[in-house]
């Protein structure tokens, strides 16, 4: 059996490394594909976390700059202009005096927040990971 260092998932490793393969739930911080992919399984190394911790510490830093220039009515608040049957949708930028402004802003900053919480709870989870892992096998997997 080998684990994916950095999502945890069961993943089959070939001559030793873990193939490539997916994130199931895409948050803002991920990338479509893992970064454990083509790694040691966690059972022989943790030495891919510390730099996706800092990753994600990067995109929290960021997140939080977004977050607080919205209050602020300092970052362009978008909403989808429906364009008619087979055009779809256009992002559009609100303006503080449009109608429904505030409330496009409150479901943005929502969204914001709550991929932050998840953001920090990916980040607490893997320095966790890190901290307890232990050499599970010697190659022989
Ligand atoms: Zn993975």
């Not at 730099?51 to 929290?60: D, K, P, T, V």
């Not at 608040?77 to 005096?97: A, I, M, Q, R, T």
């Not at 914001?112 to 997997?141: C, F, H, P």
């Amino acid at each position: 059996m080998s684990h994916c260092q950095l999502c945890a998932r069961e993943i089959k490793s070939k001559l030793g490394k873990i193939a490539h393969h997916g994130y199931t739930r895409k948050q803002g911080w991920q990338s479509k594909s893992c970064n454990g992919a083509r790694g040691l399984p966690y059972e022989q190394s943790r030495d891919l976390i510390p730099a996706e911790i800092q990753r994600i510490l990067q995109w929290i830093g960021f997140q939080e700059v977004k977050i607080k220039m919205m209050e602020e009515d300092k970052a362009p608040v978008y909403h989808k202009k429906y364009l008619g049957f087979n055009k779809g949708f256009k992002d559009e930028v609100l303006k503080p005096s449009d109608a429904y402004y505030k409330m496009y802003k409150e479901s943005s900053l929502n969204m914001l927040k709550s991929e932050l919480k998840s953001a920090n709870m990916q980040k607490d989870w893997l320095q966790e990971r890190y901290n307890k892992w232990r050499l599970m096998s010697n190659g022989n997997i």
